[in-house]
């Protein structure tokens, strides 16, 4: 027996990041609900998007990281190649993050303003 969530519970405040589902009322990241939310739902000034660099675990090779986007299956794949175009580079997408080889953090905060989000440059 699955436990849904009651209807008249709504979260006051939370410290996660980016948008909640409306269904499971867990982040869109740890939603059960089996239910891709399509990317039009979402509004991209609502998903505070994360643009950080990375060495750790990849050989001292530096590796921009994109999080926080609200958009799963496709619609993170057609991001993903846009970015690694844009920036004539390879990468991957991974769960809910982007990864571009190399330091680009500059040009996909551009990249990503144009298309509506609100980017923010993350670490060192």
């Known amino acids: 027996m699955t436990k849904r969530p009651d209807p008249n519970r709504r979260r006051v405040w939370t410290t996660d990041a980016g948008p909640i589902c409306p269904r499971c009322l867990r982040p869109i990241s740890e939603c059960r609900c089996g239910e891709e ?21 990849r050989k001292g090779k530096c590796v921009t990281v994109v999080t926080g986007l609200p958009l799963r299956g496709k619609a993170l794949q057609d991001l993903a190649s846009r970015l690694k175009k844009r920036c004539g580079s390879g990468g991957t997408e991974r769960e809910d993050a982007v990864e571009i080889q190399g330091d680009h953090r500059d040009v996909i905060v551009a990249e990503l303003q144009t298309l509506g989000y609100r980017p923010k440059k993350a670490g060192g």
């Open 37 to 57: 939310i399509a990317a039009d739902a979402i509004d991209p000034r609502d998903a505070p998007v994360r643009v950080g660099r990375e060495t750790k675990g």
